[in-house]
């Protein structure tokens, strides 16, 4: 109460809670630090880092073999030995009925605390997401150590074999990965998948996710005889003794090995049901995600052109009588980046024809996306959403069904060439023959409609 | 005769002060304590209970319960500081009808103490749940309260001040944040839909409205505002409810669309802490992996004035019911009542979260139907001889100086 | 509560106007003027001062002997005491006793300004009617400047031990006091530790005159006042209160004055103005300085032109300056001589600092044994790499670090400036090559040991710095236990505690909170020096500083 305060009663309680907070904090100081305090204290040596982890379907019914890939943080500051060059990752595989208890199965292998916290990517065998991801989407969004950010892939045949893999540039798995994620979303083929971003819609009405595919690939052989002599000792390791042989990819056989994104998995709600190839990714990435830098190659007439651009702009009409009609607008920017043959890029008429072959082929592409996904009974372009999000109540009628449905829904694709970029050089270089260079436009046009 | 800045109270003039119990804060801090009563919460349990109902709607419903609360608050608060300028509303009644005070005190009271429980308890899932699942919930619940107690005994001056600097930093890093998620937000995402109609909506605000009501009780703590020279109780209070409400409905509507928007509702609909996830996506480049830290170290500092805030309070409502001078002196007391009821109140995370979705009925009987009863009772009883002005006003005269040296007044003197 | 400390001085206040019957100590009653004397001895005196209190007290005798004898005696026969009786014809050759401390004393200028004219005959002084002896001495003989009657035994005792030579006559009432001083002093030199770029280059001495005499040189004002006041019954330590009338509140002048007083007649430490700090603030419980200090002419002159009060002890080249805010430990004289957007980014980098040099080891112990999960994965690999051979968990190794910087820190100061090399030498081997070569210490914890020492010494105030290396122990402790919420929490109460802290009454934490918008323009950023119009709100009532349209521009042709 603000009012009256007689002076002594301010007096006496003046100055107090400075040597209260002193009191207090040094209560708590010694009562943390003596009553078993820093609970949650984990010191960085007592952890070990799994950079990536894999999910195979294990040996007995329901249970899971789950691979992680662990950092050795020995090499990461250089800290190599005389006697062998440390491999970077190392693989250990454990089967348990759940992930959790594959994880606390793991940290009692290696007598370190499995630390899943830089884990960045999730991989999944096709068998496993053949039976549904919902329980594993709902333990890595639930524990704290995974959390939505994480990315899945899938991979086609056994996830642990992705792990087992040596890439030429990046030594470690878990970045290797990702960088193959990341050049895929270049090149359009995929785009790395957050676990949220999956989870979201696997229960979104109206769309249906998809996941990135990784298959594991062998490079050339070379560089082995480094390796092999300074890892004398992993030299006789067969494939049984993966869990603990950092270098089997590259022993066996002598191979390097390592990964490619070969397309995207379709998924119905969280099953995985087949496969998009790569053309089919591509048009169904630019229907999703758009375009980012990614190439494209025409066969006639034989250009190479570089694209940006989309999403696609996806609407959805609903005429009185329930009747559904789709438009989606992608807009594209082309460039070009490498020419067969001799066109001349000024003039017009080779402009215009470019653009519509350019926009015909991506139409294609997308088309072609379109008809695998109604085989497949998916809806990964999420027409559904759209109609939910337009007009929720002709959604509530036509829900049920819509997987089968959608692909009656007439669609109209537009696919517009925004400009045209002709690089730093504007005409092909002049051949020189003796043909005297041809004028007419008509000419030009008609060389195009060759064979190359 | 210079007129003072906006913002400066005359009370917090150089010049040693007198001895008093409370020191009076401007405009500005007192705006700036609302706001932390209002935001640390409604940012991170309200997502939680609105997008439940609401989904992607949730933040309409956001907007809707602000707004009733900033009618609400923004009639009520001006009245009761136009019926009783300078006072709070406690301190009011004291004068008028004694005994009303000492009900509506006990009401209060207990609802400060839950309502500080919650926070605890908030503070404790926060940490406890979120980041470091190892320490018990006990630890936390402590400390915050231990420290809520030595804010609360520190004053409502230094409080103000806390806030306002606290309040500053927020209004700072919003737009950053946001502007760091500008790539994850996905506009469809929260896309006014209306699946159910206007229902969910409407239902949704419930919760809103209880979150909101929380800033009613700043009608206990009126008696600390002191208007800007020239300026009206009344208008003073006006303003800090504009600004508070204003403020948090900005952020927290701000925020909730971006964690709709970057999660997806139905993601955002089954978490535990949506707006701490949508944290975890933020990368800033490879620099700091994840912002969270930042963010959390300021939802701390938040919370913990709401709760430093509201244990003073509570401590006022608790000194209303035994007619204690000093109030303050209630604070370490207080601590193990909330203590108690904070172990006692709520079990795990999914009793929680059901609590807070009828947040809004609890709120209004505890906070807005006592504040509506001692209106009524300040209407009333006729005023009475007011007992004394606060004694901190603006001596006349000061403001001028005098061309030479010392001027005769003692300084070390209490302004009588 | 906030102010409860400041509100320590303050019971004295009313005691010391109305003793009441209760008070039973008999304290001293103090009269607000220029020199203070002292009165009843109070507790704990020890028995030769309440002796010579009481002869202080008494009146000069008649004789010139045996006031030099009495003189003598008070001073225990001193061997610095020099005394000569002379028989002066101008005197009509009475006994004229001198007596002067010796080493404080120009003998120069002595014998040419007292000696000389005692001596020498003056036949005017013959002639006319007798006058009474003292004007004659005053007005006629004396050449020295400053020449002043001492009429009790105080003012002798005073006057002779601040280098003044006393000259007691036969038959007079008073003694005549001659200011013949030239006390052994060295140099305005600048300050090592407060060196600046393009300020100017002198610093104050241990003299309080000269330093009152900088004062005056760098701010000619007729408004500028010096008051003195006199601290402790027997050391009598001069003492100046700097302010410019008219500017600085007249309140506050009344608080710095009241609070010296206040310690005047107990004061008994006599090193330096430290103790006079510590009496004299708001908050004796709080790590951070409430008073600034600087040794620096300029600087001061800057603050008492802002309105504030300086305090000029004699005895030490530093002088205080009240009330003081936190951000003031973020400036430098330097600031207002570049250009204003530099100055404003080294400002925001000070500040920066300050917390880093606070926080930066807590929030590495936090981070990597409690959040590594807020680590970008490719340092926490190196991190955990570099701790794989470290045998102590990471707090331990934070807290050995620290105290070992400290250590050597300390050392620095102290050992002699030639092996001060060396040992740093050794200190860098120790801390860094060594540590981390053994593998008890992780490289990014020397790392981070390292910034956070440079960080501490970027502020321009050492004060300041010095109250958060100390306040980095607990955070550290806190850190390891609770990590994040631990920083967050010592922070908070930090932040409560600040705002919560008043300089003789301005709040410590404004113009930032409570905020005040005007004085935003030389905080955390330095505005142009045209637009900082206002003096600081708080204490001067923001009066004009600089007139407006000063801002530069071309000329209009």
Redesign the interface.
């Known amino acids: 109460m603000t009012c009256t305060s007689s002076r002594q009663g301010t007096v006496r309680r003046g100055g107090r809670h400075y040597w209260l907070a002193f009191w207090v904090v040094l209560v708590t100081v010694c009562t943390g630090l003596s009553s078993g305090g820093c609970w949650s204290r984990k010191e960085v040596t007592e952890l070990a880092w799994v950079s990536t982890m894999a999910i195979d379907r294990g040996q007995k019914s329901g249970w899971y073999r789950v691979s992680s890939s662990l950092l050795n943080t020995r090499t990461a500051v250089g800290m190599t030995t005389a006697t062998a060059v440390e491999p970077p990752e190392f693989v250990v595989s454990v089967e348990a009925p759940s992930i959790l208890e594959a994880t606390r199965q793991t940290t009692a292998m290696l007598g370190r605390r499995a630390f899943y916290v830089h884990c960045e990517v999730i991989v999944i065998s096709e068998e496993v997401a053949r039976q549904g991801l919902r329980p594993i989407i709902d333990f890595l969004t639930r524990d704290r150590q995974f959390l939505q950010a994480k990315r899945l892939i899938i991979a086609k045949g056994k996830a642990s074999d992705i792990l087992d893999v040596r890439g030429s540039v990046e030594e470690r798995v878990g970045r290797l990965i990702m960088t193959a994620l990341d050049s895929a979303s270049v090149y359009g083929l995929a785009e790395s998948v957050t676990v949220g971003q999956f989870a979201e819609a696997a229960s979104s009405p109206g769309i249906d996710p998809v996941l990135p595919v990784v298959e594991r690939v062998s490079l050339e052989p070379q560089n082995v005889q480094r390796y092999s002599t300074s890892v004398p000792e992993l030299s006789g390791a067969t494939g049984q003794t993966e869990q603990h042989s950092p270098s089997s990819a590259i022993m066996e056989g002598g191979t390097r090995r390592t990964v490619r994104v070969v397309g995207l998995a379709a998924f119905r709600n969280d099953r995985l049901v087949g496969w998009f190839n790569d053309e089919e990714s591509f048009g169904l990435t630019a229907l999703l995600r758009g375009l980012r830098n990614t190439p494209l190659t025409l066969t006639s007439p034989r250009v190479a052109v570089s694209l940006t651009g989309g999403p696609s702009k996806l609407r959805v009409k609903v005429s009185p009588d329930g009747n559904l009609e789709y438009t989606s607008e992608l807009a594209v920017d082309v460039s070009f980046l490498q020419v067969f043959g001799s066109l001349d890029l000024s003039r017009q008429e080779v402009h215009d024809l470019l653009m519509q072959q350019v926009a015909h082929e991506i139409q294609r592409r997308i088309d072609k996306a379109l008809s695998r996904a109604a085989e497949l009974r998916v809806d990964p372009a999420g027409f559904g959403l759209a109609l939910y999000r337009a007009n929720p109540k002709r959604w509530a009628q036509v829900q049920a069904g819509w997987r089968d449905r959608w692909p009656t829904v007439p669609v109209h694709y537009r696919v517009d060439i925004r400009s045209l970029k002709t690089g730093l050089a504007v005409d092909v270089p002049p051949v020189s023959t003796d043909d005297v260079p041809q004028q007419a436009a008509s000419r030009v046009i008609q060389r195009l409609e060759e064979p190359v | 005769m210079v007129t003072p800045p906006s913002g400066v109270s005359p009370g917090n003039m150089a010049i040693p002060r007198s001895a008093q119990a409370d020191e009076p804060i401007s405009t500005g801090e007192m705006a700036a304590l609302g706001t932390h009563l209002l935001i640390p919460t409604t940012l991170m349990f309200l997502p939680t209970a609105v997008i439940r109902i609401a989904f992607q709607d949730g933040w309409l419903s956001n907007i809707l319960g602000f707004g009733l609360t900033l009618m609400l608050a923004a009639i009520l608060l001006p009245l009761l500081a136009h019926a009783a300028p300078g006072q709070g509303l406690l301190e009011a009644l004291r004068w008028r009808a004694p005994w009303i005070a000492r009900w509506l005190g006990l009401v209060f009271g207990f609802a400060l103490v839950h309502l500080e429980a919650l926070v605890v308890i908030e503070i404790g899932i926060l940490w406890q749940q979120a980041v470091m699942p190892e320490t018990p919930d006990t630890f936390f619940a402590i400390t915050a309260l231990v420290l809520a107690a030595l804010s609360a005994r520190a004053g409502i001056e230094p409080l103000g001040r806390t806030a306002l600097l606290f309040a500053g930093i927020l209004l700072i890093f919003t737009p950053v944040i946001l502007f760091m998620s500008f790539d994850l937000i996905h506009p469809a995402e929260f896309q006014p839909v209306l699946a159910n109609g206007m229902k969910p909506v409407v239902v949704a605000t419930q919760p809103v409205l209880g979150f909101g009501e929380e800033l009613l009780l700043l009608a206990l703590g009126l008696g600390y505002l002191r208007p800007r020279p020239g300026s009206s109780p009344a208008k003073a209070s006006f303003q800090v409810v504009a600004l508070a409400t204003g403020i948090s409905m900005g952020v927290t509507v701000l925020f909730f669309a971006a964690t709709i928007a970057a999660l997806g509702p139905r993601e955002a609909s089954r978490d535990l802490l949506p707006t701490l996830t949508y944290m975890h996506l933020i990368r800033l480049g490879e620099f700091i992996q994840r912002i969270e830290g930042v963010v959390l170290l300021f939802w701390t500092w938040s919370i913990l004035t709401k709760a430093g805030l509201v244990h003073l309070l509570a401590c006022q409502a608790w000194g209303a019911v035994f007619a204690i001078r000093d109030a303050r002196v209630l604070s370490l007391p207080l601590v193990g009542l909330v203590f108690a009821e904070s172990r006692i109140l709520i079990r795990d995370t999914i009793e929680l979260v059901h609590y807070l979705m009828i947040w809004g009925l609890i709120a209004t009987m505890f906070f807005l139907v006592p504040l509506l009863i001692g209106l009524v009772a300040i209407g009333l009883t006729p005023s009475p001889n007011r007992p004394a002005p606060p004694p901190n006003a603006a001596v006349p005269g000061q403001n001028t100086l005098s061309p030479n040296g010392p001027s005769p007044a003692p300084g070390g003197q209490p302004v009588p | 509560?906030?102010?409860?400390?400041?509100?320590?001085?303050?019971?004295q206040?009313?005691k010391q106007?109305t003793p009441g019957p209760h008070s039973a100590s008999p304290v001293s009653t103090v009269t607000p003027g220029p020199n203070i004397r002292p009165g009843a001895p109070a507790e704990g005196t020890p028995p030769i001062y309440s002796l010579l209190d009481q002869a202080a007290q008494a009146p000069l005798l008649p004789r010139a002997e045996q006031n030099l004898e009495q003189l003598k005696v008070m001073l225990g026969n001193t061997a610095d005491l020099t005394t000569r009786i002379l028989h002066s014809p101008v005197l009509s050759d009475q006994v004229a006793a001198l007596a002067w401390i010796d080493g404080l004393v120009d003998s120069e200028l002595q014998s040419e300004n007292i000696i000389g004219p005692l001596l020498a005959g003056n036949p005017t002084a013959k002639k006319g009617p007798p006058q009474p002896l003292l004007a004659v001495l005053h007005q006629r003989l004396i050449s020295g400047a400053d020449v002043s009657a001492g009429r009790t035994w105080q003012e002798v005792l005073t006057g002779v031990l601040t280098g003044k030579t006393v000259i007691f006559v036969d038959r007079a009432s008073a003694a005549v006091l001659v200011d013949t001083r030239r006390a052994p002093q060295r140099d305005p030199q600048e300050p090592e530790v407060e060196a600046v770029i393009r300020g100017s280059r002198d610093g104050f001495t241990e003299d309080l005159r000269t330093n009152t005499a900088l004062i005056r040189l760098h701010l000619q004002s007729p408004a500028l006042?010096f008051e003195e006041i006199r601290l402790g019954r027997q050391s009598q330590i001069p003492v100046n209160i700097a302010y410019i009338?008219?500017?600085a509140?007249?309140?506050?002048?009344?608080?710095v004055?009241?609070r010296l007083l206040r310690i005047a007649p107990r004061f008994s430490f006599n090193v330096g103005s430290g103790p006079i700090e510590q009496l004299i603030e708001d908050?004796p419980?709080?790590v951070f300085p409430t008073i600034h200090h600087s040794e620096r002419p300029d600087k001061i002159c800057a603050q008492l032109a802002e309105g504030r009060v300086a305090i000029v002890v004699q005895g030490t080249p530093v002088v205080l300056t009240a009330?003081t805010l936190f951000w003031e430990f973020l400036q430098s004289p330097d600031d207002y001589c570049e250009r204003p957007f530099l100055a404003s980014f080294v400002r925001f980098l000070r500040l920066t600092m300050l917390v880093a040099s606070l926080t930066l080891p807590s929030i590495y112990v936090a981070?990597?044994?409690?959040?590594?999960?807020?680590?970008?994965?490719?340092l926490?690999?190196?991190?955990?790499?570099?701790?794989?051979?470290?045998p102590f968990?990471?707090?331990s190794e934070a807290m050995m670090m620290e105290l070992s910087f400290e250590v050597l820190r300390e050392a620095g100061l102290r050992i002699p400036r030639p092996l001060g090399q060396a040992i740093s030498i050794v200190g860098i081997l120790v801390i860094g090559q060594a540590a981390v070569s053994a593998g008890i210490v992780s490289?990014i914890m020397v790392v981070v040991v390292a910034l956070t020492a440079v960080a501490s010494f970027v502020s321009p105030s050492y004060s300041v710095a010095i109250s958060l290396r100390l306040l980095r122990f607990?955070l550290l402790?806190?850190a390891?236990?609770?990590?994040?919420?631990g920083?967050?929490?010592?922070?908070?109460?930090l932040?409560?505690?600040l705002?919560?802290l008043?300089s003789?009454?301005?709040?410590y934490?404004?113009p930032?909170?409570?905020?005040?918008?005007?004085n935003w323009q030389d905080t955390l950023i330095r505005a142009p020096i045209w637009m900082t119009r206002r003096r600081p709100?708080?204490?001067?009532?923001?009066?004009t500083r600089v007139a407006p349209q000063l801002s530069p521009r071309p000329p209009v042709s």
């Open positions: 509560m906030n102010y409860s400390l400041s509100r320590r001085f303050r019971p206040a009313p106007r006042r009338a008219g500017i509140h007249p309140q506050l002048v009344q608080e004055r009241a908050h419980f709080s009330p981070l990597i044994s409690f959040h590594q999960e807020l680590v970008p994965t490719v926490a690999i190196r991190i955990a790499g570099g701790r794989e051979s470290v968990p990471a707090l490289p607990p402790i806190t390891g236990i609770a990590g994040l919420y920083i967050a929490w010592v922070l908070f109460a932040v409560i505690h705002a919560s008043r003789f009454g301005v709040p934490l404004s930032v909170v409570p905020f005040i918008g005007e709100f708080l204490y001067t009532r923001g009066s």
